[in-house]
Structures are given as structure tokens and as C-alpha cells.
């Protein structure tokens, strides 16, 4: 599969992933649905997972695109978060305690713009770590319900 398709099959898959500080949420827990069978394993487990949200969160934060929405966040503590919530919503034994995602980004300015891009860069580096098409997507299907709270600016 080209890389724009698989570009058009993420944002449809992802219409709603997240844009900084961290992508899980207590209230999300009740939309979001179950993590696939062997997701988790897929992905490395939290080695793997953890490798993913590090080379993740270091394109995110120098993105000429959406870059300066990170430029107040410290690069470890969104990594150590973002690898709770992915190992969690993977099926896991990580326990995401961060905020929800709609106080996370209440005050960002975050437009469908910047939303695109954040999926670009994640889809680069799932790429980067050999993540394979089929569980790049189960991944973000479970990101996916997210959007409403992300995208601030309508």
C-alpha cells in the first residue's frame, strides 16, 4: 500500500487522536473501544510501545507544522505518558493516569490542521519503527474516538 494511502486510511482512522500532552482519559474509558486480541504483543509490548512514543514525541516536537504547541512540554514526561496510554489502550498492563483528553487540550487552539499533522507524524514513525498497515490501524481506531475533545477550534 502507497504512503498516501495509507495517509487517506489513517485519517479516517483517526479522526481523533491527539495533540499533546497525552492522548488518554478516564471519560474517553467508556468510549473507546476494547483493545484487539494481541494488539499489545504486536507492538512490542511496552519495549516496543515505548520505542514508538520516543521516536514519536522527538518528530512531534521538532514539526515546523505543530511543533510550537509542544515548546512548553517536557519531552520525558509526555513519553513516559503517552507510553502509559498507548500500553493501556493496546491491552496492556500500563495504567494511563493522566489527564482527559478534553482539559488536556481545552486551551490549545488545536484545528483540524494540526490534528492532520500530528497523524502524519505518528503514521512516520510507526513506519519508522516497522509497525505493520494492519496494526497501525487497530491502534488508532482506539485513539480514533478522541477527537471531540482535541480538536478546540472549529
Excluded: W
Excluded at 119 to 134: C, H, K, R, W, Y
Amino acid at each position: 500500500m502507497t504512503h498516501s494511502k495509507n495517509l487517506a486510511a489513517l485519517a479516517l482512522a483517526l479522526a481523533g487522536l491527539m495533540a499533546q500532552p497525552a492522548l488518554a482519559q478516564p471519560s474517553a474509558a467508556k468510549t473507546t473501544p476494547a483493545a484487539p486480541a494481541g494488539l499489545y504483543q504486536a507492538l512490542g509490548e511496552k519495549p516496543g510501545i515505548t520505542r514508538l512514543v520516543d521516536d514519536f514525541v522527538n518528530r512531534l516536537v521538532t514539526d515546523p507544522r505543530i511543533g510550537s504547541h509542544f515548546k512548553s512540554i517536557k519531552p520525558a514526561a509526555l513519553k513516559e505518558s503517552l507510553t502509559d496510554q498507548f500500553c493501556q489502550l493496546s491491552g496492556g498492563p500500563c495504567k494511563y493516569e493522566g489527564a482527559d483528553m478534553k482539559s488536556a487540550h481545552a486551551d490549545m487552539d488545536i484545528n483540524k490542521g494540526h490534528f492532520n499533522a500530528l497523524v502524519e507524524v505518528l503514521q512516520s514513525a510507526m513506519d519508522a519503527q516497522g509497525i505493520p498497515f494492519t496494526q497501525q490501524n487497530r491502534l488508532l481506531a482506539l485513539l480514533a474516538p478522541m477527537h471531540r475533545d482535541v480538536i478546540t477550534v472549529r
